[in-house]
């Protein structure tokens, strides 16, 4: 279905509930998708637009209502959520060509569910404030299945006043809903630690795997070993099941952690704050990043190691990258 600016679209002939309650969600991806349909769940009439060609198009053959810019959202929807992959992308949405800052009424919310910058959130708290919009710090993390199935964990701080016009579509759309202060920035704060967190227990899961693999044990043998050990982590689960399908699909791609662990080490080089592991898990990402897999699965940080036979792929198909790295907070 083509869209045309201006307007957002429902497929024809699609039956249509009575209008409750409008949510807005910018970005489609790997996360947002989820969102999307666990609000329209709830009971929430969900309007999105997202850049891929078609994306906004799919989500309305499942019953949502698409939009070709941000702006449009925004004119319909009173609260916006906004997830896409970082801060840049973030002021593309809010002040770029078809942004929706401009379009958002006096007293409308906007929802950052991104990875940024906790001093980025504070400023962006007090620009929105400026305008009248209010704002709530939120960045999420649990990965596509938990985002699909309601259950993610959304890290929040926001002023009271965003909490009463908003609080309960954060709590429509995930498990938990963490309510960290009342200003912007220690939601933003939480995750980077969350993320260092995730970043090197991803890189720890690759060199486990890949030392295992470089011995000579059966990879299966060794997740099945490992998942019921002490040695296990959710990340080891998870991440290294990619690693034995072969399937470097990304939910939550190298280049995010590239940026979140890069973020990380910004963020304590500021007060002079040591961080050996990070630093090293970001090294390794890095260098899987150098070394042509950044748009690949994070797991792909395993292909760094030298020496080594991975998994071929069996059920799993691959081959079947599209190239498009998704939304990042899935750790």
């Known amino acids: 279905m083509a869209l045309q600016a201006g307007a957002c679209a429902r497929i024809p002939g699609e039956s249509v509930r009575p209008v409750v309650k409008k949510v807005g969600i910018i970005g489609l991806g790997a996360m947002g998708a989820g969102i999307a349909r666990t609000l329209r769940a709830n009971g929430y009439e969900v309007h999105a637009c997202d850049l891929r060609p078609g994306a906004a198009a799919a989500f309305a053959a499942q019953g949502g209502v698409a939009c070709g810019t941000p702006a449009e959202v925004a004119a319909a929807c009173e609260v916006l959520v906004s997830v896409v992959v970082d801060a840049a992308q973030t002021e593309s949405v809010l002040f770029g060509p078809g942004g929706a800052a401009a379009a958002m009424k006096p007293e409308s919310t906007f929802i950052m569910c991104s990875t940024v910058d906790p001093n980025w959130s504070v400023a962006l708290e007090e620009r ?145 704050f040591p961080l050996p592991l990070a630093s090293t898990a970001h090294q390794m990402f890095m260098q899987a990043s150098t070394a042509g897999f950044a748009k690949e699965d994070d797991s792909a940080v395993i292909k760094i190691f030298p020496g080594i036979e991975l998994p071929k792929a069996q059920a799993a198909d691959a081959g079947n990258f599209s190239g498009t790295v998704p939304t990042g907070p899935d750790a």
């Open 128 to 272: 929105l404030g400026q305008v009248g919009i209010h704002y709530i710090d939120a960045p999420i993390s649990g990965g596509a299945a938990k985002a699909a199935a309601g259950q993610m964990t959304v890290m929040s701080s926001a002023r009271p006043q965003a909490y009463a016009r908003a609080g309960a579509v954060l709590e429509a759309m995930a498990g938990k809903v963490y309510r960290l202060g009342e200003r912007a920035g220690v939601g933003s704060q939480v995750k980077i630690i969350n993320q260092l967190l995730a970043g090197v227990h991803i890189a720890a899961a690759a060199e486990a795997m890949a030392l295992g693999l470089r011995a000579g044990v059966d990879a299966a043998a060794l997740y099945e070993v490992i998942t019921h050990s002490a040695g296990n982590s959710w990340m080891f689960e998870n991440r290294m099941a990619h690693v034995l399908a072969a399937d470097y699909t990304p939910l939550s791609a190298v280049d995010i952690f590239v940026k979140d662990l890069g973020l990380v080490l910004d963020t304590a080089r500021a007060s002079k």
